[in-house]
Structure formats: structure tokens, C-alpha cells
């Protein structure tokens, strides 16, 4: 039997305005293209947590200028386990 696909990544909690958090998707990236046809969401993900610090810290300077509930926004790297098997 083939081991699962199983690595310790960071990933990045947005916390909004209201309090409400959510884990970010790839979507957020800068350059986000789907690299093939029909490919499903993916976590916005990094191999180091510093490299998901600098992320955060550039994503909170870009939105602490506004004048909207965006202002509030918080950034932070988290600890995820990505997880892949084959279902038999």
C-alpha cells in the first residue's frame, strides 16, 4: 500500500472585521493560475513560517490604509497538515 500524501505546511487565518476567521485559499496569491484544467481549491500554502510571515505582513500593510470594514483585516501564519490518500 502507497503511504498518504502527509507534510507539515503553514497556511494563513485571516480574521475579519466581525471576529469571524477563515483559512485563506490560493485565490489570494498574487499570480494564481489553475495550473490544469477542472483543478480543485487549494489552501494558500508555504513551506516555512517565515515565509507565511512575510506574506501576512505584506497583506496587513496593503489593507491598513482603507476606510472600510477591510481596515481591520489580520493576517497570521498557521500550522496545517496536508493530508492526500488513495480511497480504496
Sequence with gaps: ???????ML???????????????????HEVYTLPYPDAPPMAL?????AAARK???KQTVSYAGRTDGCAKWRFRPVRVR???SVMR
Design 45 to 49: 500554502l508555504f513551506a516555512t513560517r
Design 10 to 28: 503553514w497556511g494563513v487565518e485571516l480574521t475579519s472585521s466581525d471576529g469571524a476567521r477563515i483559512l485563506l485559499g490560493a485565490c489570494w
Design 55 to 57: 506574506w501576512c505582513a
Design 1 to 7: 500500500m502507497t503511504p498518504p500524501w502527509d507534510r
Design 82 to 84: 496536508e493530508t492526500v
